[in-house]
């Protein structure tokens, strides 16, 4: 018995056989849905990124109290590491990929 929204599709590649087979019509709504969700959850995640401040103060004045009594020492080695990471983040396409603050 064939129902509104039955397809036929072939089992074969010569196609001499087909085989009915329900398609449900509502998949393509809920990944619809899905997708509509996620794109509510990133603009909601946007929306709190661009609420931070884009200097954190707090954290420069200590950073420059440190250097004012020379207690603020950077390692070469650790600098670079992180500028390979970066660069193969973005190679792959991945900016960020990993905390840059590790």
Excluded: C, F, W
Excluded at 12 to 27: D, H
Excluded at 54 to 83: C, F, S, W
Aim: zero cysteines.
């Amino acid at each position: 018995m064939r129902l509104p929204g039955d397809s036929v599709v072939p089992t074969k590649i010569s196609s001499m056989e087909t085989k009915p087979v329900r398609v449900a019509p509502g998949a393509s709504v809920h990944k619809r849905l899905d997708q509509a969700a996620a794109a509510r959850g990133l603009a909601s995640i946007e929306q709190a990124l661009h609420a931070l401040p884009a200097i954190d103060e707090q954290r420069v004045a200590a950073v420059k109290q440190r250097l004012e009594r020379g207690e603020y020492k950077v390692d070469p080695q650790r600098v670079a590491d992180r500028m390979l990471h970066l660069e193969n983040d973005l190679a792959r396409g991945n900016p960020l990929n990993r905390n840059p603050l590790k």
